[in-house]
């Protein structure tokens, strides 16, 4: 899923998911999107400052709003209120009622601000900039949303030299003027550099080089002078050092560091996308010994501390292409108590990677696996991450086991965890396994596909009771409120040169669903154990939307038919109801993604918050610490727990680690959007007037994006090229309608395009109606 460069506050769907498929398994975080609160904001303490019965809420307020308050996290705030040490946890549930009402905000490090407060006329901010293809661009101050009424617009004679993601002090030239006119401001400067090093193309004008940056981060090519000592050829990919950054009436300067390779060759698109995003790739000399060295010290036969669940009859489903299996699991139903038993069983990664080794530091600093097409950037050496660690058919594994017992309803009465041994059974594909329960209701069907995969009647019987359990917990996950987005994936298709020449859709069949929901019920089974333990620990956390933006939905909603009110728009039955009905409405795509940009980013944090879209009060990531650091942590903290019956962590070095996984995890799903869209653009630069069916994903005053489904890149259709008639702004209804015809184009409608021109260079794709004369086109920023 591609977000295109477009002016903030855009309207465009924001696409957080990726239509291209890895040997990563699409587990628990497929439906990663809360908690209903608990305090609705009037909880009261026995004593406030000495004073009986103060109502906690309000003094929080009245604290928090004094002038000359300066925002501090909520230990602080909770020690300069004099908030007793018994009282605390409930001084926490109350600020983050207050923060999910609106009254207050987290700023940056979760420090406590109050929510909504605009800085006045002429003070400054500090904030992130974001530099539209126009010149100008948007500030969001510290804490603000992405695309909130309170970004600062920065006009193109204000910006300065900052570039898009630059953090740059701004200073306010006028306030807000209601929801439509928001503060504008002007750079001051620039505070911290986002990154110095760019990769660009190579190009020579009049006998001096210049390097035309990847996308629109700038409006022209930065000089590098006589590059000739680096052997660089005009159309090469390089990486540039901007050693001093455009303004306007100011070239920007830089130096060649590096170079990838001509443009267009095989390989040089991912090496650009890896420099262009800092990925780390080499692993040091130092971890890849100690891999090797935990390699030679482990034994199959030493269960030394472990308990024996080799005998017990274990699967793993993966992809077809997988090399890392890190999660097998096992059930058995109990007849006489009609109970079901089940375990998820993770790979015990934490028993390889020693807490402050080169490993560790490795995979710190990683955050996590980055897949990107045809290519794997794994977060622990291979060694390690495909074998020793990997539960592979047949092998004797070390393990950290989530034992659940649940009645005949789904219902978790009983958890047990340990540290133990598998061997697995059996190594399935999610296509084998689907083709077993296709085939399930046929006698002779199933005997047919069972001979065909040498299966057991055992092994046959195991996969039913699993998908019979797994929609038990499906059934009792949506009645608790559990909101499933439908988002198609689509698996591009390669030649042997690595460039696109097709793509198909992925099912998300049963096969899948039977995993996703026992690695739920496996993170929700560790998180509220380390809950009852009283311990902080990494958890996975989705606040809940802003009330206004499920509004902006259920009117969009309602404008297309569905019977949703506005007034409820929180009620997530009736967000799932919508979901439900469009999932075979023509529609189900805009109605998906215009709920997925409504909601907020799932993110890593020990603030005690729930998983909106889990509706789960306490969830963490425990199943995949192969590919996951975040998976480490919680893996480190039980195991601690099972080996002493006691457990500690520190919530500060939690908060800061959660930040860097949260970003690492944006970084690597940035990366692999901008890859797949990178190699879309290719193919579809060969296909000048290919046309194709789209549906529209946004809609701005210039025009409306569209795409593809099975081509997942959004192209323009520029308002200019519908000619037919005068089309205007539709705001309230995402549309654009013609003046004299009523034409409509609205978000979510199918529409037949096609395409008009590819902009290698900045990353962009025209489209125009495939029923539209061919009039005048945009041309492209630059002429090469």
């Not at 390699?295 to 199959?300: G, I, L, M, T």
């Not at 006489?336 to 995979?363: N, Q, T, Y």
């Not at 797994?470 to 009645?479: G, H, P, T, W």
Request: proline share 5%.
């Amino acid at each position: 899923m591609v977000k295109n460069a477009v002016p903030a506050r855009s309207s465009q769907m924001c696409t957080n998911k990726v239509y291209h498929r890895e040997p990563r398994k699409q587990r628990s975080e497929r439906i990663e999107f809360g908690t209903v609160p608990r305090c609705g904001g009037d909880c009261t303490v026995g004593v406030y400052n000495g004073m009986p019965m103060k109502n906690l809420a309000e003094a929080i307020l009245e604290y928090v709003q004094r002038g000359n308050y300066q925002p501090v996290k909520v230990k602080a705030l909770a020690r300069r209120l004099g908030i007793a040490a018994e009282d605390y946890a409930e001084f926490r549930r109350t600020v983050k009622a207050l923060i999910r009402q609106g009254q207050l905000a987290w700023g940056r490090n979760h420090v406590v601000r109050l929510a909504n407060a605009e800085p006045a006329e002429g003070t400054t901010v500090v904030g992130i900039f974001h530099k539209t293809a126009g010149g100008f661009g948007f500030v969001r101050p510290h804490g603000v949303e992405k695309y909130s009424p309170r970004e600062i617009f920065v006009p193109a004679n204000a910006v300065g030299d900052a570039a898009t993601g630059d953090e740059v002090l701004v200073r306010l030239t006028r306030r807000s003027k209601g929801p439509e006119r928001g503060p504008v401001g002007r750079i001051v400067r620039v505070v911290e550099r986002a990154t110095h090093h760019f990769v660009g193309t190579y190009v020579e004008r009049g006998g001096e080089g210049f390097v035309i940056v990847d996308g629109t981060k700038f409006s022209e090519p930065i000089w590098v002078g006589d590059a000739g000592a680096k052997n660089v050829r005009p159309q090469d990919k390089v990486v540039v050092e901007i050693v001093r950054f455009p303004a306007p009436g100011l070239t920007g300067e830089g130096v060649i560091t590096e170079v990838l390779g001509p443009r267009g060759a095989p390989g040089v698109d991912t090496l650009s996308v890896i420099r262009a995003f800092n990925l780390p790739v080499a692993f040091s000399a130092e971890a890849l010994a100690e891999a090797r060295l935990q390699a030679e010290r482990f034994r199959e036969d030493d269960l030394t501390g472990r308990e024996d669940f080799t005998s017990w009859l274990t699967i793993t489903i993966d992809p077809e292409d997988a090399r890392d299996f890190d999660d097998a699991v096992s059930l058995t139903y109990d007849a006489h108590r009609r109970h079901w038993h089940l375990g998820v069983h993770i790979a015990d990664v934490s028993h390889f990677v020693p807490p402050g080794s080169a490993l560790d530091r490795e995979a710190r600093e990683r955050g996590n696996s980055v897949y990107l097409p045809q290519r794997v950037l794994p977060m622990l050496p291979e060694v390690l991450s495909n074998h020793l660690a990997s539960l592979q058919q047949g092998r004797v594994r070390y393990v950290k086991s989530v034992l659940m017992e649940f009645t005949q309803h789904g219902q978790r009465v009983h958890t047990r965890f340990a540290e133990a041994a598998i061997r697995v059974a059996r190594r399935f594909t999610y296509t084998q396994v689907q083709q077993i329960l296709d085939a399930a209701s046929d006698k002779h069907q199933l005997a047919a596909v069972q001979e065909r995969l040498h299966l057991s009647a055992e092994l046959v019987e195991l996969l039913l009771r699993m998908r019979e359990f797994a929609m038990i917990l499906r059934q009792r996950r949506k009645k608790r409120g559990a909101l499933e987005l439908y988002i198609p994936e689509v698996e591009l298709e390669y030649d042997a040169e690595g460039r696109v020449c097709g793509a198909h859709y992925v099912p998300h069949d049963t096969s899948h669903q039977i995993i996703e929901e026992f690695m739920l019920a496996a993170n929700e089974a560790v998180a509220e154990h380390l809950q009852s333990l009283g311990v902080p620990f990494l958890r996975r956390i989705h606040a809940p939307p802003a009330p206004h933006k499920l509004r902006e939905f259920a009117e969009f909603a309602r404008e297309l038919g569905y019977d949703i009110d506005p007034r409820y728009a929180t009620d997530r039955f009736q967000l799932q109801r919508v979901l439900e009905q469009s999932r075979h409405r023509p529609e189900v795509h805009a109605v998906h993604y215009a709920l997925l940009r409504s909601l907020k980013q799932a993110e890593y944090s020990p603030v005690e918050e729930g998983h909106y879209a889990l509706a789960s009060d306490h969830y963490c990531h425990f199943t995949s610490p192969i590919r996951r650091y975040p998976d480490l942590t919680v893996h480190r903290l039980l195991g601690r727990w099972l080996r002493t019956g006691k457990v500690s962590a520190d919530e500060q070095e939690l908060l800061a680690l959660g930040a860097h996984c949260s970003f690492t995890e944006r970084r690597a799903d940035e990366a692999e959007r901008e890859l797949i869209r990178m190699k879309l653009l290719a193919y579809l630069s060969e296909r000048v007037g290919l046309e194709l069916d789209a549906i529209i994903t946004g809609v701005e005053p210039f025009g409306f994006f569209a795409q593809s489904p099975m081509l997942p890149v959004d192209g323009l259709v520029h308002i200019s090229s519908l000619t037919d008639d005068y089309y205007y702004h539709d705001e309230a209804t995402h549309s654009l309608v013609g003046r004299r015809t009523k034409r409509r184009f609205r978000l979510g409608d199918r529409v037949r395009v096609k395409v008009v021109h590819v902009d290698l260079y900045r990353h962009e794709l025209d489209f125009r109606l495939a029923d539209s004369p061919p009039d005048r086109q945009r041309t492209p920023k630059y002429n090469h």
